[in-house]
């Protein structure tokens, strides 16, 4: 996929070079459909993408559909076990495979020809194509696929970049949750009439939890650094008792990051309760995977440009990020617990759902008022505050240096 990033409008390396650190940025990055394009070429097909979970695939021909710009993915369990993925393209006349959003079948077929494919992307059967046809030559074309801790990550890129370290990372963190045999109870998907990066940016920072988000400051702190002067002195001593008890329990908790900042995983302690749960008592009585206790605080997991996690003692939460748009995004939450709960019995879905559904209206209305203003023709980028939104100015560093190396790479 190649980048023209100086067509129609100005130039997008332009804009990089002329970006204030400490700043937002220019109007352009946010509304600028030259931009979004450029973005989706050189970052967005060349970044790996946080896809799907594995146990939405828990059993062969179980599959699920990406789409992105004007690229779409399915993701599958085939028979022998692997996750693959495939671009949702059929090899004949380039009709797409999948319409609906996830589904199960033993193989996969297009409805325009009945060419069909197995769950391994191998073509089987294409009717009246004469005897020197090769059906060894029109599989499906694959996508780089990954999987880590019951995350899986695709790569539209042919030559993606290393996935090793990020994997190696965060797969002690993410084992004793076994998200991978979990189960997905609850499924949200809103559009929010904001750049992609504005939702980013927002989730990046608690600056603004306190006027914001009263659900979510009932078990979490606003300031969870401890070696922050604003951080309280009651916290400080809790994270210091939970690091202790995480320690003899084998429960890795010290932030790490990667060489790109592009990813990190850390385990927080809870400012209160167990769980994000009105009461902060646990939703489900069902223990998450193999772990020691419910209070074991929350692995959050951040991987730049599209996902951001929470693993609890009693239930997950995945987040992922799609742009439609300039001014539209894609926001999905998915809601896990241990595979044999039972609603009702072992868990509340009210419950589980309710902080997590109140923050993220909270937050869509944030970032589309944020949109707005930024469309005003007097907007003008504004410094961050170092000191609340360190988050935000490290995604815009990184977004910055991604996109200018995905820029140069399509030359």
């Not at 309280?232 to 790490?256: M, T």
């Not at 995004?329 to 044999?340: P, S």
Request: charged share 20%; with cysteine; net charge negative.
């Amino acid at each position: 996929m190649n980048t023209n990033a100086d067509c129609l409008g100005t130039p997008v390396e332009r804009l990089i070079n002329e970006h204030r650190p400490g700043y937002s940025l220019a109007q352009a990055f946010y509304k600028d459909t030259t931009v979004f394009q450029a973005e989706l070429e050189a970052l967005w097909f060349k970044q790996w993408i946080f896809a799907g979970l594995e146990c939405e695939l828990g059993e062969p021909g179980m599959w699920f559909k990406l789409d992105l710009g004007e690229a779409s993915a399915i993701i599958i369990r085939s028979h022998d076990g692997a996750v693959r993925a495939f671009h949702n393209t059929c090899r004949h006349r380039g009709s797409r495979l999948c319409s609906a959003d996830k589904g199960k079948s033993r193989n996969l077929t297009c409805p325009y020809h009945q060419w069909t494919y197995d769950s391994q992307g191998k073509l089987l059967f294409a009717k009246e194509m004469g005897d020197d046809f090769d059906k060894t030559e029109h599989g499906l074309n694959p996508i780089h696929v990954e999987s880590v801790g019951g995350y899986i990550f695709i790569n539209f890129a042919a030559e993606p970049t290393p996935f090793e370290a990020f994997k190696f990372g965060i797969a002690p963190y993410l084992q004793p949750h076994q998200l991978s045999s979990a189960k997905v109870v609850f499924e949200s998907t809103i559009i929010e009439n904001a750049n992609w990066k504005l939702v980013v940016e927002n989730n990046r920072e608690c600056y603004h939890c306190a006027g914001s988000h009263p659900e979510l400051l009932k078990t979490i702190a606003e300031v969870e650094d401890t070696s922050d002067p604003k951080c309280s002195p009651a916290y400080v001593q809790k994270s210091q008792a939970d690091e202790q008890r995480w320690v003899g329990q084998n429960l890795p908790y010290k932030l790490i990051k990667g060489a790109d900042s592009g990813w990190q995983i850390v385990r927080v302690p809870m400012a209160r309760g167990l769980s994000f749960t009105m009461d902060g008592q646990p939703a489900s009585s069902r223990l998450m995977g193999e772990l020691p206790d419910f209070d074991v605080g929350s692995v959050r997991l951040l991987h730049f440009p599209n996902t951001w996690n929470h693993a609890l003692g009693d239930h997950a939460l995945a987040f992922r990020v799609l742009p439609l748009d300039a001014q539209r995004t894609a926001v999905t939450t998915k809601w896990m617990v241990h595979k044999d709960a039972v609603e009702g019995v072992d868990y509340d879905l009210e419950k589980l759902t309710k902080v997590w559904l109140a923050t993220n209206d909270q937050d869509r209305t944030l970032a589309e008022n944020n949109q707005l203003g930024i469309n005003s023709p007097s907007y003008r980028p504004g410094p961050y505050s170092q000191y609340f939104e360190y988050g935000v100015l490290a995604f815009i560093d990184w977004y910055l240096a991604a996109l200018r190396e995905g820029l140069n790479d399509g030359r």
